[in-house]
């Protein structure tokens, strides 16, 4: 047990490290609140004053507020119904005994350690050009018109290149989850007489339901602020400018500052908004 002295020792060990986590997160968060209530345009003047709510009214009644807040949530949403419906389902297969399962399983985890710019990049260049891409070359062996992904589906280009990233994560935690399976229920199932179909609704999906809160819980939080991929492929056009890029734009592209910080606040706001309400669902699960 732990002594009062030991516990005093540990405190003081886990203080400078407790410090500057803190410093890390609460001096850019107390700027871009500084900055939210300032005008602040660094090439028209500097600082030109107090604001006020200013900068809050203006940037969440723009046209553009709520479309880049529905482009978000659709790009949220749509990655993690791919990522866990075919998580789900390649755990299950690697988890089956085959021939060079190793090399398989690094071969599908291994997208997950590509930088998101290289990713976007590859499917932009490599398979969604619409002259030399590997699908308009597909497309027109069968003499198909070539798709132009980024223009025509650019939500649906989007969901698609993030959710060949973060396929490989809800994977490895989906595929270990299934590893933890008792394989007794699924032989005493087998036996009872139940059908492949309902062994995986009523004795594997129940198993991975942790699992699977625990993924869309991580996508969900690391998803909300997505930029890489939306700069490389559209770069906010065709309706994929996100809540994160809106933000980049009026800081960069405007240099507007002071816009850009109560955008970064509505973005805190939001991402914490659906950081809570997931946390409860967790919780609840985990307690189940």
Do not use: C
């Amino acid at each position: 047990m732990a002594t009062q002295h030991s516990r005093s020792a540990a405190r003081i060990m886990m203080a400078p490290a407790v410090i500057l986590l803190l410093g890390w997160m609460l001096v850019p968060l107390t700027m871009t609140l500084w900055f939210s209530f300032r005008k602040y345009l660094p090439l028209r003047g500097g600082d030109l004053g107090w604001a006020g709510f200013d900068n809050f009214t203006r940037f969440v009644s723009s046209s553009t507020f709520w479309p880049a807040v529905q482009a978000t949530l659709i790009i949220v949403v749509g990655v993690i119904v791919v990522t866990v419906v075919l998580g789900v389902l390649l755990a299950i297969l690697l988890d089956q005994p085959m021939w060079g399962q190793g090399i398989v399983r690094i071969l599908v985890i291994a997208p997950f350690f590509v930088m998101p710019t290289v990713s976007a990049l590859v499917w932009k260049n490599m398979f969604m050009d619409p002259v030399n891409g590997l699908l308009a070359n597909l497309w027109k062996a069968f003499g198909a018109q070539p798709v132009e992904w980024l223009s025509q589906a650019p939500l649906s280009s989007i969901v698609i290149i993030v959710s060949w990233e973060w396929l490989p994560f809800a994977t490895l935690i989906l595929l270990t989850a299934i590893q933890s399976l008792d394989s007794e229920q699924l032989e005493a199932a087998e036996m009872d007489g139940a059908p492949l179909l309902k062994r995986f609704w009523y004795v594997v999906l129940p198993h991975l339901s942790r699992a699977i809160t625990v993924v869309i819980l991580i996508q969900t939080i690391f998803l909300l602020s997505i930029f890489a991929e939306i700069f490389v492929t559209t770069q906010g056009a065709f309706g994929t400018r996100t809540l994160t890029y809106l933000i980049y734009q009026r800081v960069l592209e405007s240099q507007n500052v002071g816009l850009g910080s109560a955008g970064g606040v509505y973005a805190i706001i939001l991402a914490n908004i659906v950081a809570i309400f997931l946390m409860r669902i967790v919780g609840k699960n985990l307690d189940a």
